[in-house]
């Protein structure tokens, strides 16, 4: 095992030497994109498959249930400000569901930005690795202190590579993502609406 992380050091310091001066920013932007995915993705994620009314009929009967989502927990906690009879129902609600609003919402725009910046970090040491290049190539050197035509083409290339393997990925999972936090916000305005509008209990329909 140690020789094995061993291993892995030694090939991100030559991954970082050979990629020149932007690649501990790439790196720094692979680990916060995937912290902010990863708790994006925990936070949406969903295991029961209801419709709104019948998660508002559900928990109408099982107070006591824990809650698998955050839309299970709205569902909660708006049904217990229901019937406490308070006023102004609408506005409790509202004040209640923009922590859920701010929640799902959380790290969505820093993983936009990186996905962005990603790129435009790979095409910056595009162009540093090129600058080394033609250097070399005016100065008639193959070889120079930061590795020549050689090395000026290779850290253009890694560079590259390197912001668009971070951006490809995290573009991808960020919009999915983005969708199922659309679902919810709809989900969310559709458990306000029935519970302040919808004076009878929550009961399954009858089909006879």
């Known amino acids: 095992m140690s020789i094995n992380l061993h291993e892995y050091i030694l090939l991100v310091k030559e991954l970082f030497g050979a990629g020149g001066y932007v690649m501990p920013p790439l790196f720094l932007c692979a680990l916060l994109l995937w912290y902010g995915l990863g708790y994006r993705y925990w ?37 217990a400000v229901r019937h406490k009879g308070v006023k102004n129902l609408r506005r409790y609600l509202d004040e209640f569901f923009y922590g859920y609003l ?15 910046v990603s790129p435009l970090l790979g095409l910056l040491g595009t162009v540093i690795g090129m600058i080394e290049t033609f250097d070399s190539l005016g100065s008639m050197s193959l070889f120079t202190q930061s590795g020549g035509i050689a090395g000026g083409i290779s850290q253009a290339l890694i560079s590259t590579q390197t912001g668009l393997a971070v951006a490809i990925p995290g573009m991808l999972i960020h919009s999915m993502l983005h969708k199922k936090q659309q679902k919810i916000e709809r989900e969310l305005l559709q458990i306000r609406e029935l519970l302040c509008t919808h004076s009878a209990p929550f009961t399954q329909p009858s089909h006879g």
């Open 102 to 116: 701010k929640e799902i919402k959380k790290f969505s725009v820093m993983t936009k930005t990186i996905v962005v």
């Open 43 to 79: 936070t949406l994620k969903s295991k029961r498959s209801m419709s709104i009314y019948d998660m508002l009929d559900f928990y109408s009967q099982n107070t006591h249930q824990s809650p698998c989502s955050i839309v299970e927990q709205a569902v909660q906690q708006g049904l």
